[in-house]
């Protein structure tokens, strides 16, 4: 990296743009690697990119109420498997997080559960036009594991990881739950599931049981695009084969990640 450093800094780059078509350049030329220009350009990307293209919607976020009962908890934590979850009040304001780690040491100490919000911790947020790059900084300094995303009127949007951001850099990030193919699909709950853009259309449609088209693209970022005409961002949908297909999240020049969307009609062969 220390020599990528020393050649750029030995051409005169005036924008954004001239120092991507350096880069393209050094790639085609020998000088950088292919895996270390995806890292720059999506640095790049990530200096501007909003929280609202990285985050999991609040739709898709799971949530525990703040009146939560033990079992509840418990029947919450053995249905997602995450390691830690928003709390919130009935109003939908989030008012702290719980860390499952937390949750587990307390129920082991003591035997009279009283309520979730004597092991809560204060819950850090985030303006959804917060840029992804200065967020990840911000979470590394503060070492936060998650922060609360919230629209420009304070009201609850969304969550964001550091693995959500790190993604945006280094690409996806694959964890100890992924079972079934576990460096493209993973079942999010009944119906619902996140599939990388990697994700190859003949593992896809093995998958899905669908029949999208082999023979011009090889992923499922590209029959996407090709379907949609461009680059889709978050939150734009599509049908194909009977799955309704959102943008999980993109950048100005691939589809990332996308959530499929089931029907009873249209199941997993692995269900």
Do not use: C
């Amino acid at each position: 990296m220390k020599a990528i450093k020393r050649f750029l800094a030995r051409q005169l780059i005036h924008s954004k743009d001239s120092l991507l078509s350096l880069i393209h350049h050094s790639v085609k030329q020998g000088i950088v690697s292919s895996i270390e220009a995806r890292l720059i350009t999506n640095s790049l990307s990530a200096r501007t990119m909003p929280l609202s293209q990285a985050m999991l919607d609040k739709a898709q976020t799971t949530t525990i109420p703040e009146d939560s009962s033990l079992e509840d908890v418990l029947t919450i934590y053995h249905t997602h498997q995450h390691s830690r979850y928003p709390v919130v009040h009935e109003s939908g304001e989030v008012v702290g997080i719980i860390l499952m780690k937390d949750f587990i040491a307390y129920t082991q100490q003591s035997s009279d559960f009283q309520s979730i919000k004597t092991i809560m911790r204060p819950a850090h947020f985030a303006p959804d036009t917060q840029p992804v790059l200065s967020l990840l900084q911000e979470m590394q300094q503060t070492h936060q594991h998650m922060s609360i995303v919230l629209d420009e009127y304070g009201q609850f949007q969304g969550v964001v990881t550091i693995e959500d951001l790190l993604e945006q850099i280094v690409g996806e990030i694959e964890d100890e739950h992924d079972t079934h193919h576990p460096e493209y699909i993973r079942k999010i709950e009944d119906h619902q599931y996140h599939v990388s853009g990697l994700t190859p259309i003949e593992q896809f449609n093995q998958y899905f049981n669908v029949q999208l088209d082999l023979t011009e693209f090889d992923t499922i970022a590209g029959i996407l695009s090709q379907s949609f005409g461009y680059i889709p961002q978050k939150g734009e949908q599509i049908t194909l084969s009977g799955l309704t297909i959102s943008i999980h999240s993109a950048s100005s020049t691939t589809i990332k990640k996308v959530t499929v969307y089931t029907s009873e009609k249209n199941q997993p062969k692995s269900q």
